[in-house]
């Protein structure tokens, strides 16, 4: 069954912060967002830098790679939830550090024994939320590109990146754009992610 026709009581967010920043611009849109989640959807935030996360290794040609504490919990979030979350500000128009290192981190997980990380995340659903500096929110293009082609090597579903505008601390409050998109966004049609040589479905019929 498809996230999108999963009851609500059995749909389950993971809200991944990765700011630099408590309570920063992204996470307020992000929470926006969130507090208009049907009553029965269930929600877990975690914030990577209270995370005792060291940076990712790649150990892909070498022994069998078994997660310490911290990063099996984190992993075993992951791919329990129906639908997670990247709640990154955009960062030399890209994702922050923390975020990209938890992103490296799922190049592990496809080769932990018996996580079938790929499979587990099939079919579940991507999503971003991000604010920027500049009130022009094409330059997110890249963090959109990213998080897109990610969800499409693990045939997940990509539901789009609310973007907002904030620098200064709690400025995304002032984006009444943003705001309104928030209240709907998780609403939106979230189809299967495709890089860009794949054909949609039903092409050329």
């Known amino acids: 069954m498809s996230p999108d026709a999963t009851p609500a009581q059995d ?3 993971l809200f991944v912060l990765g700011s630099s920043r408590a309570d920063g611009n992204s996470e ?19 914030d990577l830098n209270k ?3 060291p940076d990712f290794q790649d150990g892909r040609h070498e022994a069998d790679h078994r997660p310490g504490e911290v990063e099996a919990e984190l992993l075993r979030a992951t791919v329990e939830a129906t639908d ?6 955009l960062y030399w128009y890209s994702l922050s550090a923390q975020t990209k290192r938890y992103l490296d981190y799922w190049s592990g ?31 997110a293009d890249g963090l959109v590109t990213g998080l897109s082609l990610s969800a499409a090597y693990l045939r997940m579903r990509f539901g789009g990146v609310l973007t907002g505008t904030g620098s200064r601390p709690g400025r995304v409050r002032a984006d009444t754009r943003a705001l309104t998109a928030a209240r709907t966004f998780f609403t939106r049609e979230a189809p299967f992610a495709r890089f860009p040589y794949e054909e949609p479905a039903g092409a050329g019929v």
């Open 11 to 13: 749909r389950s967010f």
């Open 84 to 89: 997670v979350v990247i709640v990154s500000p």
């Open 109 to 139: 997980w496809l080769n932990v024994p018996d996580s079938d990380f790929k499979d587990r995340m099939a079919g579940g659903t991507l999503w971003g939320v991000t604010a920027m500096a500049d009130d022009d929110h094409a330059v």
């Open 28 to 46: 307020l849109l992000a929470r926006e967002a969130a507090s208009h989640l049907p009553a029965g959807v269930r929600q877990r935030w975690i």
């Open 51 to 53: 995370l005792d996360l």
